[in-house]
C-alpha cells in the first residue's frame, strides 16, 4: 500500500504562475490575442521575482499558450491555434474549395449557436460594444462601402458574448482563417448592388435578436445571415476554378 503514495513537493513559483495564467486563459479572463502584462508589471502584480516570471513565460510559450514577439509583448494564443490553424492555413492561401466549404460549414454550426448562447448571456457592456459595431457599419454602408474587420470584429464579439471559452478560442482562430483570404475574396460581393444593404438588415437582424434575449430567432437570423454568405462564397470559388470535362 505504501508502494502507491509519493512524496508531496512544494511548487517552484514559476509552476505556480504558470498554473494562474492557465487558469486565467481557460476561464476566458485572458482571451486569445489579447497581450498580457510585462514581466516587471507581471512580477509586482504577483509578488515575485522577475527571473520567476520569465521562467514561467518560457514553459508557456512551448506550451503553446503564449506568444512572444519580438519588441511587441507577449499575447495569448489560441488553444485550437497550434492543432489548428498552420496547416488550415495554407489550405485556405490555396483557396482549396473543399477546405473553404468546410471551414463555412463550421462556422455556420458554431455562430449559430453562439449567437444563441449570446441572447440567453449577453451583458449590458457586451451589448453596448456590439451596438458600437452596428453603428460603425451602418455608417459605412451608407456610403455604399462595407469593413470587413469590423464586420469580423462584431461576429468575434457575440462569440465573447457567449461566455463559452473553448466555443471563443476556437473561433477566433476559425476567424483569422477567414479573414486571411475568405473576407477578401467576398469583399467584391460586399460592394455590388443592393447587396450593402442586405449585410446590413443580416446585422441588425442578429443584434436585435439579441438584445430582445430571443435565443431562437438569434441562432435562426445567424444561419440566414451565414447561409448568403456561403452562397457567394460558392459563387466566388466557381469562377475561380472552374469545372474542367
Excluded: C
Excluded at 474549395?97 to 457586451?126: D, F, K, Q
Excluded at 449585410?199 to 437582424?205: E, F, Q, T, V, Y
Amino acid at each position: 500500500m505504501s508502494a502507491v503514495f509519493k512524496p508531496i513537493r512544494p511548487k517552484k513559483l514559476s509552476e505556480e504562475i504558470i498554473d494562474q495564467i492557465k487558469e486565467l486563459i481557460a476561464r476566458g479572463e485572458l482571451q486569445p490575442g489579447q497581450r498580457i502584462p510585462s514581466e516587471r508589471e507581471l512580477a509586482t502584480l504577483l509578488g515575485v521575482s522577475r527571473p520567476s516570471v520569465r521562467e514561467a513565460i518560457m514553459v508557456l510559450e512551448a506550451m503553446g499558450f503564449l506568444d512572444s514577439r519580438q519588441g511587441g509583448g507577449t499575447y495569448v494564443r489560441s488553444l485550437a491555434e497550434v492543432t489548428m490553424a498552420d496547416p488550415l492555413a495554407s489550405m485556405v492561401a490555396r483557396k482549396d474549395p473543399r477546405m473553404l466549404h468546410a471551414l463555412t460549414e463550421v462556422r455556420m454550426g458554431l455562430e449559430s449557436w453562439s449567437a444563441y448562447l449570446a441572447a440567453t448571456r449577453i451583458e449590458e457592456s457586451e451589448i453596448e460594444q456590439l451596438g458600437e459595431l452596428l453603428a460603425k457599419m451602418e455608417d459605412f454602408a451608407e456610403t455604399g462601402d462595407w469593413d470587413a474587420e469590423i464586420d469580423a470584429q462584431f461576429h468575434l464579439a457575440i462569440t465573447e458574448a457567449s461566455h463559452n471559452t473553448l466555443q471563443i478560442h476556437i473561433l477566433n482562430t476559425i476567424q483569422e482563417l477567414f479573414k486571411t483570404n475568405i473576407m477578401v475574396a467576398l469583399g467584391e460581393f460586399y460592394t455590388k448592388e443592393g447587396y450593402v444593404e442586405l449585410l446590413i438588415s443580416h446585422h441588425r437582424d442578429i443584434y436585435n435578436a439579441i438584445v430582445a434575449r430571443d435565443a431562437e430567432l438569434a441562432r435562426d437570423k445567424m444561419m440566414e445571415h451565414l447561409r448568403e454568405v456561403e452562397e457567394k462564397l460558392r459563387i466566388f470559388l466557381e469562377r475561380e476554378r472552374p469545372e474542367t470535362h
